[in-house]
């Protein structure tokens, strides 16, 4: 499973920067890449939905006090079906893709 997190911070104020900043820093930490400006995905697939709900536990503490923030458990094979519909994927999306053998 993977976890998808989208969020909308306020950036009027220094405060409010800084709040932003602080919050996108930490999710990186906590193992999330930017897929495309404010929607991050964390790089390691979860084993299943405790395990993502687990994450989703965790992001709650670094919360901002502002803002909108979302969350999407998405299965592999919906992740995989995705579709880029104009430009083409980062070299951080290359970079992290999934290695995965098949084996029969």
Same mark, same amino acid.
């Given at each position: 499973?993977?976890?998808?997190?989208?969020?909308?911070?306020?950036?009027?104020?220094?405060?409010?920067?800084?709040?932003?900043?602080?919050?996108?820093?930490?999710?990186?930490?906590?193992?999330?890449?930017? &897929?495309?400006? !404010?929607?991050? $995905? *964390?790089?390691? +697939?979860?084993?299943?939905?405790?395990?993502? %709900?687990?994450? =989703?536990?965790?992001?709650?503490?670094? &919360?901002?006090? !502002?803002?909108? $923030? *979302?969350?999407? +458990?998405?299965?592999?094979?919906?992740?995989? %079906?995705?579709? =880029?519909?104009?430009?083409?994927?980062?070299?951080?999306?290359?970079?992290?893709?999934?290695?995965?053998?098949?084996?029969?």
């Amino acid at each position: 499973m993977r976890v998808l997190v989208m969020f909308d911070l306020p950036t009027c104020t220094k405060k409010d920067r800084k709040s932003s900043a602080k919050f996108r820093k930490q999710l990186i930490k906590a193992g999330f890449m930017m &897929l495309q400006f !404010s929607v991050y $995905i *964390r790089i390691r +697939i979860c084993k299943g939905t405790a395990s993502a %709900n687990h994450h =989703l536990d965790r992001l709650n503490l670094i &919360l901002p006090p !502002s803002g909108h $923030i *979302r969350a999407l +458990i998405l299965t592999e094979k919906q992740f995989d %079906n995705m579709r =880029l519909l104009l430009g083409t994927k980062s070299d951080n999306e290359k970079a992290n893709a999934p290695k995965q053998l098949t084996l029969f």
